[in-house]
């Protein structure tokens, strides 16, 4: 009999879990660069009339809930590919990676069209995008679950690896700055980036992001066994329908849609709060800051309490930064001063929007595994990028909305800005998402597969799996699963 209560295996090697990290890293690096600065180029084109452009989040948005509905499609298929010796993920990822390139670069082109046509054109190859990202975030994410057994070694990795997919959300705030030193006449810090620079900024984040996520299919290993799945769609819903704290991290992500949607306005902030869509490395670091540091402690913290309580604290905690963040902004007339100490706190919050849920649908397969006898990680990561990509798109829709409106009155071009469009920026960018950030606690709530029950489930299944033989045998039936 196997000593399950002795010291856990350790199965990976650091240099796994960075290559691991860095293709995270790569994928958020893209899939940042679109949220934040789509809707830029388009009013930077002039191609479009200010009616068109308030419309122009929401024909995003809907391209993406278009999109999401290929998620459960990957799922499945990730679920009946057979095993080859090359996993059932990582094939999926090289799938991906030279259309995601392709289609990055297609929606910084400047097509010579306008109106109706430009629309049609944003619509289609957003929807392609959304469904390229979709063949490459699933795996990529559903990884977290096979590359170890053990849940501790697991909620470590999705620590670290958590905290490179934060840096590679901001990693374009970066890049961009960097491109426009490169290219000749080029904006610099302070300058409006021009056609050509949104354009060379997609081809050098779209390559390097791609070959970064790239590496996860040549560097990993799948080590938790399983068995491929003939699911129906029937099925797939079945299983996700009777799987409960899935269902709850579902539930979560879209009552807290805009937790995040402050990203996605991150460069109308820099130019109307500070003067220069450039200098949105001032905002992107000082939250990012803040997020490093919460993503480094987050597993520290779920160790010692559990994933319930370190989720919902840092959901009220972000409710009130946020609040705080914003009236601190508006009383000093956004003094960098202000700016940058509460934007620090608002970072901290982070940890619980990018481990927990991460953490959580991981425990939930092993529930439904423990439950059933099926492990299902690609219905599961699927349903993770589905609730992801869609509430990701309505609060950047709601947030993007919101900064071009007749209200607020902003513009990419205009030469300065009211204090009333500024706080009115300021507002999407730090109220709407401290209200959402609250709203998503209340389903955690209700989940409890933590501390002892947690715990049991694990310990279960490294026995069922010592019971079969080896690492790479099959999962016991249902039957002999629940005896």
């Known amino acids: 009999m196997t000593d399950i209560s002795s010291k856990p295996k350790k199965y990976m090697s650091f240099k796994e879990v960075l290559i691991y990290s860095v293709g995270l890293f790569g994928l958020q690096m893209v899939v940042f660069y679109l949220n934040s600065y789509q809707l830029e180029f388009y009013s930077t084109t002039k191609r479009l009339t200010a009616e068109e452009m308030v419309a122009v989040p929401f024909l995003i948005l809907a391209a993406k809930i278009v999109s999401a509905l290929f998620d459960p499609v990957v799922g499945n298929l990730i679920e009946r590919k057979r095993d080859t010796g090359k996993g059932k993920l990582k094939p999926f990822i090289l799938y991906a990676s030279l259309p995601l390139v392709a289609f990055t670069i297609m929606l910084f082109i400047d097509v010579p069209l306008s109106g109706a046509g430009l629309l049609a054109y944003i619509f289609v190859i957003t929807t392609l995008w959304s469904m390229a990202m979709t063949m490459a975030d699933v795996p990529s994410q559903a990884m977290s679950a096979v590359l170890t057994p053990d849940s501790g070694e697991r909620t470590n990795l999705i620590g670290f690896?958590?905290?490179?997919?934060?840096?590679?959300?901001?990693?374009?705030?970066?890049?961009?700055?960097?491109?426009?030193?490169?290219?000749?006449?080029?904006?610099?810090?302070?300058?409006t980036l021009s056609i050509a620079e949104y354009?060379?900024?997609?081809?050098?984040?779209?390559?390097?992001?791609?070959?970064?996520?790239?590496?996860?299919?040549?560097?990993?290993?799948?080590?938790?066994?399983?068995?491929?799945e003939k699911m129906t769609?029937?099925?797939?819903?079945?299983?996700?329908?009777?799987?409960?704290?899935?269902?709850?991290?579902?539930l979560s992500y879209f009552l807290g849609f805009a937790r995040q949607g402050a990203m996605a306005i991150q460069v109308q902030a820099a130019s109307a709060i500070l003067g220069g869509q450039n200098l949105i490395i001032i905002l992107g670091v000082s939250t990012a800051a803040g997020t490093m540091i919460s993503m480094a402690l987050t597993p520290i913290l779920i160790k010692k309490f559990d994933e319930r309580k370190v989720f919902v604290a840092m959901s009220v905690y972000g409710f009130v930064a946020s609040i705080a963040a914003f009236f601190a902004g508006t009383a000093t007339n956004f003094h960098l001063g202000a700016l940058i100490p509460t934007l620090?706190?608002?970072?901290?919050?982070?940890?619980?929007?990018?481990?927990?849920?991460?953490?959580?649908?991981?425990?939930?397969?092993?529930?439904?595994?423990h439950k059933t006898g099926r492990r299902t990680e690609g219905v599961a990561y699927a349903v993770l990028s589905f609730s992801v990509k869609v509430?990701?798109?309505?609060?950047?829709?709601?947030?993007?909305?919101?900064?071009?409106?007749?209200?607020?009155?902003?513009?990419?071009?205009?030469?300065?800005?009211?204090?009333?469009t500024r706080r009115g920026v300021y507002f999407a960018y730090t109220i709407i998402p401290g209200i959402t950030s609250l709203l998503a606690a209340v389903p955690i709530l209700f989940y409890d597969l933590v501390g002892d029950k947690k715990r049991r489930v694990s310990e279960a299944l490294a026995a069922l799996r010592a019971g079969a033989g080896s690492e790479t045998a099959e999962i016991a039936e249902p039957d002999d699963a629940n005896a």
């Open 344 to 369: 620090f706190l608002v970072g901290l919050q982070f940890g619980a929007v990018n481990i927990m849920p991460m953490v959580m649908v991981a425990d939930s397969v092993d529930y439904y595994e």
């Open 233 to 250: 769609f029937k099925e797939m819903f079945g299983a996700i329908k009777s799987n409960k704290y899935l269902l709850l991290v579902m």
């Open 391 to 420: 509430t990701l798109a309505l609060g950047s829709a709601v947030c993007l909305a919101t900064v071009f409106s007749d209200l607020v009155g902003y513009s990419a071009t205009a030469a300065e800005y009211t204090f009333e």
């Open 161 to 191: 690896s958590g905290t490179f997919r934060s840096i590679g959300q901001a990693a374009p705030y970066v890049v961009v700055p960097a491109v426009c030193l490169i290219v000749p006449g080029g904006a610099g810090i302070e300058g």
């Open 199 to 228: 354009l060379w900024g997609a081809v050098a984040i779209g390559v390097i992001g791609t070959a970064m996520l790239a590496l996860i299919s040549f560097f990993s290993k799948e080590r938790v066994p399983y068995r491929a």
